[in-house]
């Protein structure tokens, strides 16, 4: 199975600071077809999980513009340009390339 | 807009089954992706299996093959998700989620999960 390792695991940023979470992948998530399956998802305290980027930087329908994902191969970043207290929760990256499906340990953001 | 509904809580007897059902509406159900995800209490998600309805063919984690079952009904665009002999490190929040035409084959429109408790 492929191991996806999330950084850090947590992280508290005052409202209006940008932040930034590492996954990293134990092997390639680029498929031969060119497009390269990881996704990044926000699971809201007693929420269900929403997903937030597919595709490593597609956004989802509906997912505000200050989120924003990248990378290739094996590295991955996702980026909040600016918190907002609605951000709270966990993210979690999920490669997709491979069955299983295996999702990162999720990194906790909370609010200074 | 895509609306998934899961069945409610469930107590189960170590070594019992239970069955989840998730309603999901929106266009072409029978060619969409249903996932299964459960999340112990605590913990992370887990990826449990899933399956196209049209092709009914599943497919399952390692870690769960022999226990589960999952299984679609077309005519009432209702997915099911059977997991067998029961433990309690089963106890979780088990979600279904549908895939969208953007982003195939992936968890874009979750349900409200339903808990399992697996106790004595």
């Known amino acids: 199975d492929i191991v996806m390792t999330q950084t850090p695991l947590s992280l508290s940023v005052t409202p209006g600071q940008p932040a930034s979470i590492s996954c990293k992948s134990s092997q390639s998530l680029l498929h031969s077809d060119g497009k390269t399956s990881l996704c990044w998802y926000l699971q809201k305290p007693g929420q269900s999980p929403q997903l937030l980027i597919y595709d490593v930087s597609s956004r989802f329908s509906g997912v505000p513009d200050r989120f924003s994902g990248s990378g290739s191969g094996t590295d991955f970043t996702l980026k909040i340009s600016r918190v907002e207290a609605e951000d709270v929760g966990v993210y979690y990256c999920?490669?997709?390339?491979?069955?299983?499906?295996?999702f990162g340990q999720g990194t906790r953001l909370e609010i200074k | 807009q895509v609306q998934v509904v899961q069945s409610g809580a469930e107590v189960k007897k170590p070594g019992s089954s239970v069955k989840v059902s998730c309603k999901a509406s929106?266009?072409?159900?029978?060619?969409?992706?249903i996932n299964w995800v459960r999340q112990a209490p605590g913990q992370g998600l887990e990826w449990m299996g899933g399956l196209i309805p049209i092709f009914n063919s599943p497919n399952y984690a390692q870690k769960f093959q022999g226990r589960v079952t999952i299984t679609a009904d077309e005519s009432t665009t209702t997915a099911y998700m059977e997991l067998s002999s029961l433990r309690s490190d089963d106890t979780a929040v088990y979600y279904c989620?549908?895939?969208?035409?953007?982003?195939?084959?992936?968890?874009?429109?979750w349900g409200q999960g339903t808990l399992v408790t697996v106790s004595s």
């Open positions: 989620a549908r895939d969208d035409l953007a982003a195939q084959g992936l968890m874009a429109y």
């Open positions: 999920m490669q997709a390339i491979q069955l299983p499906h295996t």
């Open positions: 929106g266009d072409a159900f029978h060619s969409s992706t």
